[in-house]
């Protein structure tokens, strides 16, 4: 049995894939987990809408009754914002929950595979995972870092947030040989803020000379994605100091409460945006949306 028989593409994303049309993936658990209803319907929207003004074709990705489904409908899109029992998919739990047939969002490392399987190229996100603080003991890994390494999409996110190590992060991917382009920045972005002390490997200006390397690396073939860091727009972006402690005191919170895993980023996130009076949760929309944009402006000079 083959994997088409465990995924669904929409009519729309087919007909671009199979006319060789720009098509740019995006990740579900931003609108499950990572925002609060309705904001998280509206901004899934608002995303996809940014996609098509940009002349490509969204395919937001999510499992809905045990199906991989590339494209969502306005159905699925509102199971995915309101259900109260939709899972965190990232790749150890592809198996057991097609195999269950139950609803769940992608997360980075999910989506870059079902995007592969529908034979994409690009996919937009907010932030990749990456190595959380006090890796050294906890071995505390995001999965999204080892799917770079191995599954050729190219991810165009807004950098990682700071919650995590991003130190280590970037060394982790040097180490994977996974590519870190910085968009018209020489500075690897935080998420809310365009800084955080450490550089890019290389910095490219416009979606043409990231297509050009996108194709060189696809020629060469070398396996693995390739990270595009995109800074939040300057007029979103947060102040650092302010975000930094804000951070703090969710961390110090996760922990007094023993939050672990997959549920420490929902848990920082909500708080944060408690902390901000709802600033960073403008900010997140608004990052995304852009992320969206150059993905599509990247994928339309690619095909």
Do not use: W
Not at 146 to 162: D, P, Y
Not at 195 to 202: A, E, I, M, T
Not at 276 to 294: D, F
Request: glycine share 6%; proline share 3%; charged share 20%.
């Amino acid at each position: 049995m083959s994997f088409e028989n465990y995924i669904i593409i929409s009519e729309e994303v087919k007909e671009a894939i199979n006319g060789n049309k720009a098509v740019v993936a995006l990740e579900s658990t931003i609108i499950s987990h990572g925002m609060p209803y309705p904001q998280n319907y509206d901004t899934a929207l608002l995303v996809e809408n940014t996609v098509r003004k940009n002349n490509a074709v969204p395919a937001t990705i999510a499992i809905i009754d045990g199906k991989i489904k590339v494209g969502l409908s306005l159905r699925d899109l509102e199971i995915i914002s309101t259900g109260k029992n939709i899972l965190k998919a990232s790749r150890r739990d592809l198996p057991v929950i097609i195999s269950k047939k139950l609803n769940a969002a992608t997360t980075v490392s999910a989506t870059m595979i079902c995007a592969a399987l529908a034979s994409l190229k690009i996919f937009a996100t907010g932030g990749i995972g990456g190595v959380h603080r006090n890796a050294q003991n906890t071995f505390d890994i995001s999965a999204d870092l080892k799917e770079l390494s191995i599954t050729n999409i190219a991810v165009v996110s807004a950098g990682v947030k700071s919650i995590l190590d991003i130190g280590l992060t970037l060394e982790y991917l040097e180490t994977m040989g996974v590519p870190v382009i910085g968009y018209r920045t020489d500075e690897f972005p935080a998420f809310y803020t365009r800084q955080s002390g450490y550089k890019v490997n290389y910095r490219l200006d416009s979606p043409e000379e990231i297509a050009e390397a996108m194709k060189v690396k696809r020629e060469l073939g070398l396996n693995g994605g390739m990270i595009i860091a995109n800074p939040v727009p300057e007029e979103f972006s947060m102040d650092k100091k302010i975000i930094d402690e804000a951070i703090e005191a969710s961390l110090t919170k996760a922990d007094k409460n023993n939050i672990k895993g997959k549920d420490v980023t929902p848990f920082l996130l909500s708080e944060i945006n408690n902390i901000t009076g709802g600033t960073s949760l403008e900010s997140n929309i608004r990052l995304v949306m852009n992320n969206a944009k150059l993905a599509a402006e990247i994928i339309v000079r690619s095909v």
